[in-house]
């Protein structure tokens, strides 16, 4: 047990001396988050335990397909730092794994699980709800790490990278459509085959099944030797091959160039960008199964916004070779720029016109948010990664999990949830002017979408060229100046930093799906439809309810801007940090 001990108390140390500032900040957030979800889980034990069961089922799909969707996974303590030490692939895998218990996702799942003693002491077999419960936890983390080292191994080829991307933008549609099957398949209540997931054999055991906690431990031994033969196959990726070559003309050309061969032989951007198609597609077509159709025109939409929050840390990915583009005599930003919309434009266009023309419609709709969307997105990418870099890892250094482009998985997480809401927010001018004058809004699509991608791109142009040696500085160290910090939070008492944090947290609840999705579906008649509270109104309020949303969302991230702004002495000081003088 000694090698174990030692790996659990490596972990502790690191996440003791790293949870500070920001991070430590993400982290007791997520806590406080993950505290209520498990209070809440735990009330189900008190109301039913089929109920309970059905929770456990949606923890074990959030420790499944969370990493993989969030960077890989918790790497604080990796295989390859004891590759000197020539342990045995199963030890090596127990000592991970005893590792993998220590930190908040474990301790906030662990809390959640404590509805197993509850079931037990109701129902008599608290004996056996004991060990059901830490073995539960085990089979949650070991599915986690099965996973995401499956889907490593599947990025090692371009088949397996788009295949990858394919099927997790699908399942991830699933769950966001999830009330789709319940109304198509009839369920309206726990589906019967939810008993029969390993995320039930915990209640089961804790009702007193023997049988359950034999699988439970048959599961851990197994899934823990899977790990364990996935380890000895971890490698660090290879990269795929582009088929043609680019003899670029210009400068720019040569960006461009550079890029394109990027999108076609970094495996990486493949899953990145089959995950935005499928997710995209996916999500529009799953009301299919109920008969309606109204959500296909907007698959292209979906794709391009997904594809953006994927992109959100385009300087970030580069790595320490980020000095390379700064001794460019090109135009880095505007080649980049143009290489997004020569990979993401032709397939965007695609799908929506495919789509809209099966449905016959809304055409002046979606051809009003094609070119806001895509504009946005190609002005607000460079924009927001050279503001927010957040610092990533060589791609050489990627070790065998390709999905870990960057040590702060909070971050990129964050950067991804304000890239969506910053592209919504850049084709709200023309959804608005579609839904009320009809085609006048194409028009309005295409000058916002021209504007943001000349403007935001000269504005990201500029932060490149006066803050490069900084930027290049903070993906070197991992460290942000200290006037970056002055600008956001360090400024605020603790209070104001919590108003500011749920501010920009749940400010894009009310503003994009209460405020205008919803105004969306009752331009189109789509009525009771869901938990869109605007559908549910009487006709004189429909557009009353959204509008107050859209008023409620924009307060909320107005408040939060006017929170963090430097004041007074603040800005001075940022000034004089600027020059190196003294405040």
């Avoid at 490596?10 to 997520?30: C, D, E, N, S, V």
């Avoid at 610092?391 to 250094?397: I, K, N």
Wanted: aromatic content about 10%.
């Amino acid at each position: 047990m000694a090698v174990e001990v030692t790996m659990a108390q490596m972990k502790f140390a690191i996440l003791r001396h790293a949870f500070r500032g920001p991070r430590a900040q993400t982290a007791g957030t997520g806590a406080l988050l993950g505290a209520v979800l498990a209070a809440g889980t735990i009330y189900l034990a008190f109301v039913d335990a089929d109920l309970l069961a059905a929770g456990y089922a949606v923890w074990m799909l959030g420790w499944m397909l969370g990493p993989v969707f969030m960077g890989g996974g918790d790497e604080t303590v990796r295989p390859e730092y004891f590759a000197l030490l020539g342990l045995p692939r199963r030890r090596l895998a127990m000592g991970l794994l005893t590792a993998a218990f220590v930190g908040v996702a474990p301790l906030v799942s662990f809390t959640a699980l404590l509805g197993l003693l509850v079931v037990g002491i109701r129902s008599g077999s608290v004996l056996l709800a004991v060990p059901a419960t830490l073995l539960q936890l085990a089979v949650f983390v070991l599915l986690s790490k099965v996973c995401v080292a499956v889907v490593g191994l599947a990025l090692r080829s371009r088949v397996g990278a788009v295949g990858s991307g394919l099927v997790n933008g699908a399942i991830l549609a699933a769950l966001g459509q999830v009330w789709v099957f319940f109304a198509a398949f009839g369920e309206t209540g726990i589906p019967s085959f939810v008993g029969y997931l390993p995320s039930s054999w915990g209640v089961q055991a804790a009702r007193g099944h023997w049988w359950a906690l034999a699988a439970l431990a048959a599961s851990v031994l197994v899934l823990l030797a899977l790990w364990a033969a996935l380890l000895g196959r971890r490698s660090r990726p290879s990269s795929g091959r582009g088929a043609w070559s680019v003899r670029p003309t210009s400068p720019t050309g040569a960006v461009v160039a550079k890029e394109l061969l990027t999108w076609s032989r970094d495996l990486v951007r493949n899953h990145q960008l089959a995950f935005a198609l499928s997710y995209g597609v996916c999500f529009a077509a799953s009301p299919l199964l109920i008969g309606w159709n109204g959500m296909l025109p907007y698959a292209g939409p979906i794709f391009v916004v997904m594809a953006a929050a994927m992109s959100s840390n385009l300087y970030g990915t580069d790595g320490t070779a980020l000095w390379l583009t700064l001794l460019a005599n090109a135009s880095d930003v505007r080649g980049r720029q143009l290489a997004f919309l020569s990979v993401q434009a032709p397939l965007a266009i695609l799908v929506t016109l495919v789509f809209t023309a099966i449905t016959g419609g809304p055409w002046p709709l979606v051809l009003a948010l094609l070119p806001a969307l895509l504009g946005g997105a190609a002005g607000l990418i460079p924009l927001v990664s050279v503001y927010a870099l957040i610092p990533g890892t060589d791609p050489h250094r990627r070790a065998g999990n390709p999905l870990r482009t960057s040590e702060n998985d909070g971050g990129l997480t964050g950067l991804a949830y304000l890239m969506i809401a910053l592209v919504l927010l850049a084709a709200a001018p023309a959804l608005l002017t579609a839904i009320w004058f009809g085609w006048a809004g194409v028009a309005v699509g295409l000058l916002t979408g021209a504007a943001c991608f000349w403007f935001l791109g000269s504005l990201a142009e500029r932060r490149l060229a006066s803050h490069g040696p900084e930027l290049l500085d903070t993906m070197r160290t991992g460290r942000k100046p200290v006037t970056q910090k002055t600008l956001r939070f360090d400024h605020l008492s603790n209070t104001q930093k919590a108003v500011a944090g749920w501010c920009f947290g749940l400010g894009a609840i009310p503003l994009f799906p209460q405020g205008i999705v919803a105004a969306i579906f009752v331009a189109n008649d789509k009525l009771h439809h869901s938990w869109f509270l605007a559908t549910y109104m009487p006709t004189g309020l429909q557009y009353a309810v959204a509008g107050a949303f859209i008023a409620l969302g924009l307060t909320m991230y107005g408040t939060g801007l006017w929170l963090a702004r430097p004041r007074g002495k603040e800005r001075q000081g940022i000034a004089a940090a600027a020059v190196g003088l003294p405040d």
